[in-house]
Structures are given as structure tokens and as C-alpha cells.
């Protein structure tokens, strides 16, 4: 009976130790990319299946929408778009906002790249991003009051995926207005 005893208990320490390291994954440089589907800022499915491999893709997740550094960040990656598309680069941002947020988001600031809703964090967990719980701000946008409120907030890290589908660049340190010239000095390494 004690053996019993014994082997259930190492069989439910072996199953959580396997499910805890779903949740703490820790993509490196030289990884591949993991893949997913959620929803685009248009509502529309995001498939990672038929953008990695295609382009370099730059995934960068932030903490929230219409907040003070997130903007800087976006509004940078909106300017420095044109050169990072003629290096065939796409930008894809990420959060806990939702579609609806996202929307708002990109209106306010004409942001001219995909945002995805990862609302409950499957993505950022995925890659190994640090979640807090969400929450709730109150923004105005075209003199009209709205509450965004999000499922998780992220910590602000940046991967570039490679043509091959593999990692290339990893930052966990990320500063939120120089994010994009961070990204165009990783992508002018990568064509040479």
C-alpha cells in the first residue's frame, strides 16, 4: 500500500512539473518560433502557420493599448514601418487587449500593422512572457468616452523571427521608443 502510495504521489509530481513547464516556456534565439491562432484587430483568425517562414516577422508584446509607453512604441513601429516592409518585414504587435481595443487603438494613432488579441495570454505564455492579471482604463477617442479593459498584461519583450521560422532576436529588456531601431539594426545584420 505504501508503494501505491509512493508512486501516486512521484506520477502527480512528474504531471505537474510537466504542465508547469507549458506555462514557463523560454523560447532562445536559435528556437523555433511557436505557433498559434487568435483573432487580428479586424476580428479576423491570425494563423502564424502562413506568416512565419514567408517574411521576417517582428512579434513584439506590450502591456496595453492607449497607455504611455505601448503608444511610444507603437507610434515607432508605425514610423519606421515603410523601411522595415521594403527589408521584408512584418510587425505584428501583441497584447491582452481585445479586438475592439485594438481598433480604438490603431484609429487613435492611425497604427498601420496588425495587433493581436491575446486576451487570455495563450501566445505570451507560449513564448514565455511574463503575465499579470488585466485591467481596465478609460480613454477618449474622437471626443467619445470608452473603458478598454484587457484579459492580461504583458511584459514588453520583442522576438524577430527569421525566413527559416526560427528565432533570431530575443529581448526581454525592451525600451519602448527605440523598440523599432532596435529591430531595424537586427534586421540590416540578418540581410548581410
Request: proline share 2%; charged share 25%.
Amino acid at each position: 500500500m505504501k508503494a501505491i502510495i509512493q508512486f501516486s504521489l512521484v506520477l502527480s509530481l512528474s504531471v505537474f512539473a510537466a504542465s508547469a513547464c507549458v506555462h514557463a516556456a523560454d523560447v532562445s534565439v536559435g528556437d523555433a518560433a511557436p505557433h498559434f491562432s487568435v483573432k487580428d484587430d479586424q476580428g479576423e483568425t491570425w494563423d502564424s502557420r502562413k506568416h512565419f517562414g514567408e517574411k521576417i516577422v517582428v512579434l513584439y508584446f506590450y502591456p496595453a493599448d492607449m497607455t504611455g509607453g505601448c503608444t511610444k512604441q507603437a507610434c515607432s513601429f508605425r514610423d519606421d514601418l515603410p523601411r522595415l516592409s521594403d527589408q521584408g518585414v512584418e510587425v505584428i504587435g501583441v497584447s491582452g487587449d481585445s479586438v475592439e481595443n485594438h481598433q480604438l487603438f490603431k484609429q487613435a494613432h492611425d497604427l498601420n500593422f496588425t495587433l493581436l488579441a491575446d486576451t487570455e495570454g495563450k501566445i505570451a505564455k507560449a513564448y514565455g512572457v511574463p503575465l499579470r492579471t488585466g485591467g481596465s482604463i478609460q480613454r477618449t477617442v474622437d471626443d467619445k468616452e470608452f473603458t478598454l479593459t484587457r484579459g492580461v498584461t504583458a511584459a514588453r519583450w520583442t522576438f524577430v523571427i527569421g525566413k527559416d521560422g526560427k528565432v533570431v532576436h530575443k529581448d526581454t529588456s525592451v525600451n519602448a521608443a527605440k523598440d523599432s531601431e532596435k529591430v531595424m539594426e537586427v534586421v540590416k545584420k540578418l540581410q548581410k
